[in-house]
C-alpha cells in the first residue's frame, strides 16, 4: 500500500512540475498598485511586472481606462521589455 500511495505521490508531483509553465509564457506588464492611479499614466505611479500569459485577462479586469474611455491603462509594455513604455493618454485625431 505504502508502494502504491508513494508511486501516485511521484506521479501527481511528476505532472505538476511538467504544468509549470516556463520563462517563454511570460510578459512584461504594466500596472498600477491600488491608489496609485490618477487618471494620466504621465503622474500615476506604475509598477513593471512578469507576469504569465494567461494572468493578462485577469489583469485586465480591474485595470484603469484611459483617457479614450475605452482602452485598458494596464498592458504589456510597448517592445515586450522590462523597460518598454506603458500605454499612454490616446491622443484625439
Same mark, same amino acid.
Given at each position: 500500500?505504502?508502494?502504491?500511495?508513494?508511486?501516485?505521490?511521484?506521479?501527481? *508531483?511528476?505532472?505538476?512540475?511538467?504544468?509549470?509553465?516556463?520563462? /517563454?509564457?511570460?510578459?512584461?506588464?504594466?500596472?498600477?498598485?491600488?491608489? =496609485?492611479?490618477?487618471? /494620466?499614466? #504621465? #503622474? *500615476?505611479?506604475?509598477?513593471?511586472?512578469?507576469? /504569465?500569459?494567461?494572468?493578462? /485577462?485577469?489583469?485586465?479586469?480591474?485595470?484603469?481606462?484611459? *483617457?479614450?474611455?475605452? #482602452?485598458?491603462?494596464?498592458?504589456?509594455?510597448?517592445d515586450?521589455?522590462?523597460?518598454? *513604455?506603458?500605454?499612454?493618454?490616446?491622443q484625439? =485625431?
Amino acid at each position: 500500500m505504502k508502494f502504491k500511495r508513494s508511486l501516485l505521490l511521484l506521479a501527481v *508531483s511528476a505532472f505538476l512540475v511538467s504544468a509549470t509553465p516556463g520563462p /517563454d509564457h511570460k510578459v512584461f506588464w504594466c500596472h498600477y498598485p491600488p491608489g =496609485q492611479w490618477t487618471g /494620466d499614466p #504621465t #503622474t *500615476s505611479k506604475v509598477l513593471i511586472l512578469s507576469i /504569465d500569459v494567461a494572468a493578462e /485577462d485577469g489583469h485586465l479586469v480591474h485595470s484603469p481606462i484611459l *483617457s479614450d474611455g475605452v #482602452t485598458p491603462a494596464e498592458g504589456v509594455t510597448s517592445d515586450g521589455t522590462e523597460t518598454g *513604455s506603458c500605454p499612454a493618454v490616446i491622443q484625439p =485625431q
